[in-house]
């Protein structure tokens, strides 16, 4: 398993044990919970992916930009 794969695994347990609705794009339903952690949320020509996009009650709320550690988000702030 890569660190990414790994990284990625974790998250979603934390997510899911947060109460989050984790899952991909393929199979997104912003209203299957009350909180939804979409991964690899496609964005705006230009701008890739975002790690998690997080819905409350269908309305978009939050991201999730995982970095190694002591990275910096210094071009995905915006």
């Not at 794969?5 to 991909?24: E, M």
């Not at 997104?28 to 819905?55: K, Q, T």
Request: net charge negative.
């Amino acid at each position: 398993m890569t660190p990414e794969q790994q990284a990625r695994q974790s998250i979603d347990t934390l997510l899911q044990q947060a109460g989050w609705h984790v899952c991909d794009m393929l199979h997104a339903n912003i209203h299957a919970a009350r909180g939804v952690a979409i991964r690899e949320f496609s964005l705006n020509p230009g701008h890739g992916f975002a790690d998690y996009l997080l819905y409350i009650d269908g309305k978009a709320a939050g991201v999730i930009e995982a970095k190694k550690e002591g990275a910096t988000l210094t071009g995905v702030e915006g």
